[in-house]
């Protein structure tokens, strides 16, 4: 088993920045990938970006550019920096880990982001 824990989300303005963490412990040598997915009210989660312990990176189109993800192997912890913020990416956001992309993904019980206008 893999837990995860994320922090870091809050209330923030229009253009501001967050910094969101997520710290896997147990079974964590099973893990290869660590993502972050967000759910906003009313629509279906989805992918924000994704990791390799090795450092290669996936983006979702539509965020890179503001959002970068990072990892530091050594504290099994995942970053989001997410810059420019808008009211759209209001959300909870999720860290996900899995062994390969097609592995079933452990899950964080989510961080609150909310960008007022």
């Known amino acids: 088993q893999v837990l995860l824990v994320e922090s870091g989300g809050g209330l923030v303005q229009a253009g501001g920045s967050l910094r969101l963490s997520c710290t896997a412990s147990?079974?964590?040598?099973?893990?290869?990938?660590m993502a972050w997915y967000r759910q906003a009210p009313g629509k279906q989660r989805e992918l924000v970006a994704d990791?390799?312990?090795?450092?290669?990176?996936n983006y979702a189109d539509s965020l890179q550019g503001r959002f970068t993800i990072s990892i530091d192997n050594a504290q099994n912890t995942v970053y989001l920096q997410m810059n420019s913020l808008k009211p759209e990416d209001t959300a909870v956001y999720y860290c996900?880990?899995?062994?390969?992309?097609?592995?079933?993904?452990?899950w964080g019980q989510g961080t609150q982001v909310t960008v007022s206008s």
């Open positions: 996900a880990a899995r062994r390969t992309k097609f592995s079933t993904s452990y």
């Open positions: 147990g079974s964590i040598f099973t893990i290869n990938i």
């Open positions: 990791i390799t312990r090795g450092g290669s990176t």
